[in-house]
């Protein structure tokens, strides 16, 4: 079918429908009054169709012709009329529209029972005619099936055509209210199953997060472990101050926990270390990282000669706070912790008995061993 903008209207017409030729005019007096029919033409696929068209002449020139019926070119079939569709003449009215895309002609009829607000009943295709038949369903209502257009094209059609006409709506027989109903279903159905596949996209997202997350805190497990295990090095100011800490780069020690004593390098492995300051790790508020109580000016060798020392063995070591500052404490045995007392050992090293067990807060007891013999430093809880 030819689109509407290349189909013309007859000349002669008086109902100005695009795609039709005039066959027969005639005035007639009717009950309530004089009308006019013009019978139409339409060649619509292999059917030609003749289409009776009415207006008042009260109504002329300028006043809409309706469509009374719909017959075979010989006029011996009706395929369409109200009496078919079973709806009143005076409440209905029918006009034909052409699609302006495909060029096919269809009846609307319209339900002008409030003039004011007219709603589209039913929509027909007029190549559809022969092949579709009048049924009743819902107990006393009337419509028509079959054609080659279904429930969706059919609606699509209507809202269309509401606009066209500027009516102010449309309405569904039963069969189309099931078909909504059963689309909404579908719709309903597949709104779920979009959602289904948003939220597995979502969890495999979050997954992947995690997952991120988790190797990111197993590095820096793995970096913190890899730190510890280098053990602790001895710094000094430039006063002779001992000063212990964990040595870590400039991009390591943010690694490390609250509160661990580091003592930062240039770089590591290095031989001999080349140390930039000392100082206590520091979680602040928010979770940004600190330095606390940092020093300078540093040396690996004390600048300040000490008296030598019997050599003693230990077993191992901690770190404790005190007065802010990092100070590394030394385990050994209670028998290495008596000879170490008897033989005078003065250089300030701290000292914990390994066999003696810690409180139930974890604290431990901390000697000093002073120029003035061995002191009771107090209980600390080790930091590492």
């Known amino acids: 079918m030819a689109p509407q903008d290349v189909l013309v209207c007859d000349p002669n017409a008086r109902a100005r429908i695009p795609g039709t030729d005039v066959v027969s005019y005639k005035d007639c007096v009717g009950r309530n009054g004089d009308i006019e029919i013009e019978v139409h033409r339409l060649k619509a696929g292999d059917q030609v169709f003749h289409l009776d068209f009415l207006r008042p002449m009260k109504m002329a020139p300028n006043g809409h012709f ?14 369409w009329n109200f009496s078919q569709e079973g709806l009143p003449k005076k409440e209905f009215r029918a006009r034909v529209c052409v699609d302006p895309l495909t060029g096919e002609h269809f009846i609307a009829v319209v339900n002008c029972r409030n003039y004011r607000h007219q709603v589209l009943e039913r929509v027909i295709l ?31 059609i209507k809202k269309q055509l509401v606009k066209e006409l500027g009516i102010s709506g449309y309405s569904l027989n039963p069969l189309e209210k099931k078909f909504v109903e ?18 597995a ?14 190797a990111r805190f ?42 661990t004593f580091v003592v930062l390098v240039k770089e590591y492995p ?40 019997p050599q003693f063995s230990f077993i191992g070591g901690f770190m404790i ?36 067990p810690s409180e139930k807060d974890g604290r431990r007891q901390i000697y000093r061993f002073a120029e003035g013999g061995v002191q009771t430093l107090g209980m600390f809880v080790p930091l590492c």
């Open 66 to 79: 309706i469509l009374g019926r719909v017959t075979d070119e010989a006029g011996e079939r009706a395929f």
């Open 182 to 199: 059963g689309q909404g279903k579908i719709e309903a159905a597949q709104r779920a199953a979009r959602r289904a596949e948003e939220v």
């Open 126 to 156: 007029i190549r559809d005619l022969p092949a579709t038949k009048m049924v009743t369903i819902a107990g006393d209502e009337v419509v028509r099936i079959g054609g080659a257009l279904g429930f969706q094209e059919l609606i699509e």
């Open 270 to 309: 290095a031989e001999p270390l080349e140390v930039i300051s000392c100082f206590i790790v520091e979680k602040k508020v928010g979770g940004r990282l600190g330095k606390k109580n940092e020093v300078f000016d540093l040396t690996l060798k004390s600048p300040v000669r000490q008296a030598e020392q």
């Open 321 to 356: 706070e005190k007065d802010g500052q990092p100070i590394p404490v030394l385990e050994t045995d209670k028998a290495n912790f008596e000879a170490m007392v008897k033989n005078g050992m003065n250089n300030d090293t701290l000292v914990a008995i390994a066999d003696v």
């Open 201 to 214: 996209a979502e969890e495999a997202e979050k997954a992947k997060r995690m997952a991120e997350k988790q």
């Open 218 to 259: 197993e590095a820096r497990a793995a970096k913190r472990q890899e730190i510890r295990e280098r053990g602790s090095v001895t710094v000094f100011t430039r006063e002779g101050r001992r000063l212990y800490g964990y040595p870590a780069t400039g991009e390591e020690w943010p690694v490390l926990n609250d509160r």
